[in-house]
């Protein structure tokens, strides 16, 4: 159960007090797995993003793992599985301290499914996040790969610092190995991150953060 002073401390104070009364507040560590489809297969629940961040990562059958996204504060994880959708393995891990909400499904369909207001910005939600996702991929086209890169870096680390294998972030910025390389040590030449190990990095945030490309798009908006 969620006391009063939970719902104070996290600004929960939109939904039912039907399902603060039947959910619970969980706590990640950094690279601690928040759910995977299998663990939501027995243990179907929503969660939401309270505070920290975390990033979605797809398995596939021959153990390659595919980063598909990073979720923030206020970011809902199951939600498609909440609208019937199945979807194909994933794990959501935790990128370093963050705090859940987690609603069984039970609680969900009982007091949410139905409820119009939750429904209206549930869909404002889902809507927000596919033009977010629309308009990281457009802006992304005007900005050099050293800024993408950058921008894919601060939203990686913890505790300024960066380790994704090559493949990874190959993978999902759409670029080879040789100019992956190519920029990572661009960014060390010019002041912007530190080698500190094989495949790590240390940001300079100050520096960095001068590269990042923002979105044009406001950050989900929290359920009112």
Not at 15 to 21: A, H
Not at 27 to 35: L, P, R, V
Request: charged letters at 20%.
């Amino acid at each position: 159960m969620i006391t009063s002073t939970m719902i104070e401390q996290y600004n929960l104070k939109n939904l039912p007090k039907d399902v603060y009364k039947n959910s619970e507040i969980y706590y990640f560590k950094n690279g601690d797995i928040i759910t995977s489809s299998e663990e939501n297969q027995t243990q179907k629940r929503l969660l939401l993003l309270l505070q920290g961040r975390a990033k979605v990562i797809f398995l596939s059958n021959d153990g390659e793992s595919t980063l598909l996204e990073f979720l923030n504060r206020n970011d809902w994880i199951g939600e498609l599985e909440l609208v019937g959708v199945t979807t194909s393995y994933k794990q959501v891990v935790s990128l370093g301290n963050s705090v859940c909400l987690a609603i069984p499904q039970a609680i969900v369909t009982k007091y949410l499914i139905n409820d119009v207001a939750f429904l209206q910005q549930f869909n404002h939600y889902l809507a927000n996040k596919i033009i977010k996702r629309t308009d990281l991929m457009l802006t992304a086209k005007s900005y050099s790969f050293k800024e993408r890169l950058a921008t894919f870096m601060l939203n990686d680390a913890y505790n300024s610092e960066y380790s994704e294998p090559h493949q990874l972030v190959m993978e999902y910025l759409g670029i080879s190995y040789r100019h992956l390389l190519y920029t990572y040590n661009q960014l060390v030449d010019e002041g912007f991150i530190d080698k500190i190990g094989r495949n790590k990095y240390r940001l300079k945030m100050q520096r960095i953060e001068s590269l990042i490309i923002t979105s044009t798009t406001s950050d989900h908006a929290e359920l009112q």
